[in-house]
């Protein structure tokens, strides 16, 4: 009989523990592997790359069974476009969370674009930039992104209009659509810079200019 004697340890597995579901309701064990799937979708999006994230890595990513992520997503094109309003969804939380409680004074423009920078950075705005790009050349990639992108960039321009303090609308949208263009842009060239301040100097830079047009 065999005893095991000599033989190495098992090798360890990469993939993250499976989302824990006893003592769950069906509904709620649903809910889990599902938020676990596109959490899992993320994070290879950031960790390999759009060309990288196939549907056996975010499987073992979540830690789940190859029949399990089939019940929830029939195919890589499904769980791409869950992952999309998901990503746009914890963009939102982001940008909520900082705005709530924000005023009107002084303060409330430079708390504005604290809150913009904030929905522009992390894995959720990374994994994003892996679809925007992928969607250049996926028609079908970016008809899925366009919903999920215009509702959250609708957030993002309500937001600012009604705290930015500034009365001119056209000169509003002038501001939000600058500031998007530069904290996207920072976010864009993050990795390419050595100075680590530069990206405040600009922001700076643009709240001393656009600040001129809460006087006028």
């Not at 005893?3 to 649903?30: I, K, V, Y």
């Amino acid at each position: 009989m065999h005893t095991g004697r000599g033989a190495g340890p098992a090798p360890q597995s990469s993939a993250q523990p499976a989302p824990r579901t006893a003592g769950l309701s069906r509904r709620e064990q649903h809910a889990k592997t599902h938020a676990a799937l596109l959490d899992a979708t993320i994070r290879c999006l950031v960790d390999h790359g759009y060309a990288g994230t196939t549907t056996q890595r975010i499987q073992e990513e979540a830690g789940v069974s190859r029949g399990a992520l089939l019940h929830h997503f029939a195919s890589k094109s499904e769980l791409l476009v869950a992952a999309i309003h998901h990503i746009a969804d914890r963009r939102l939380a982001v940008l909520g969370d900082h705005v709530a409680g924000l005023g009107d004074g002084p303060e409330s423009l430079p708390q504005m674009v604290h809150a913009v920078r904030s929905a522009m950075t992390g894995p959720a705005f990374q994994a994003a930039l892996e679809l925007w790009a992928a969607s250049r050349t996926d028609p079908q990639l970016r008809q899925a992104l366009l919903p999920a992108e215009k509702r959250l960039g609708s957030a993002l321009r309500n937001h600012f209009e009604r705290h930015a303090g500034i009365a001119d609308p056209e000169a509003a949208r002038t501001a939000f659509e600058s500031l998007m263009a530069l904290v996207r842009g920072i976010e864009l060239t993050r990795l390419l810079r050595t100075d680590s301040t530069l990206a405040d100097r600009v922001v700076d830079d643009w709240l001393s200019n656009v600040a001129r047009l809460r006087e006028s």
